[in-house]
C-alpha cells in the first residue's frame, strides 16, 4: 500500500503557477498565455499545493461578478491544474477545500468557473453545478459554465 504525502498549500505569487497552467492547460501555445490580466487585480489570489517544492496543483480566483448566477460577491476561478502525475491523489480536492476557507473570508457567497469537459466531474465532486448548455472557448475547447454558492 502506497502512503499519500500531505502537500502544504498556501497562497503564492501569480508567476509560481504559469508553468503548471503551461504544461496542462495551454499545452503546445506560447507561455505568454499563461498570465492572464486578472492575476494582478485588486482582491485576486493564487493557491497551490506544493509537495517537494514542486507545485503539483494550482487555481487562481478574482473577484468577478457573474452574468448567470446573481451573487453580493462573486469570485472567478480559473487556471485550475493538477500536475497529470499527482492527479486523483486527493490534492486538487484539498486544494479546493483551503480555497474556500480563503473565499469565505473575503465575504465571497459564490465562485465559478468554465469548467473544461474533463474537469466537470471534479468540480461536481466538491460541489459545483452546471448551468447553461456546453459552449466552446477559442483554441482550448468545450466548457461548461459551473458554480458553488458558498
Known amino acids: 500500500m502506497t502512503t499519500q504525502l500531505k502537500g502544504n498549500i498556501s497562497k503564492v505569487d501569480a508567476d509560481k503557477v504559469r508553468a503548471l497552467r503551461h504544461s496542462e492547460l495551454r499545452k503546445g501555445q506560447d507561455f505568454s498565455t499563461t498570465s492572464y490580466i486578472e492575476d494582478y487585480e ?51 480536492t484539498d486544494l479546493m477545500k483551503e480555497s474556500l476557507k480563503e473565499l469565505k473570508k473575503t465575504d465571497c457567497d459564490m465562485v465559478w468557473c468554465n469548467a473544461r469537459l474533463g474537469a466537470v466531474d471534479f468540480y461536481k465532486s466538491v460541489g459545483f453545478k452546471i448551468t447553461g448548455d456546453l459552449f466552446d472557448i477559442a483554441e482550448i475547447g468545450p466548457h461548461y459554465y459551473m458554480y458553488k454558492e458558498i
Do not use: W
Not at 509537495?51 to 461578478?65: N, R
Open 42 to 92: 485588486v482582491g485576486a489570489f493564487h493557491m497551490a499545493c506544493i509537495l517537494d517544492e514542486k507545485i503539483v496543483t494550482c487555481a487562481s480566483y478574482y473577484p468577478e461578478q457573474s452574468i448567470k448566477i446573481k451573487s453580493k460577491m462573486a469570485y472567478r476561478l480559473r487556471g485550475m491544474a493538477t500536475d497529470s502525475n499527482f492527479q486523483r491523489k486527493g490534492y486538487a
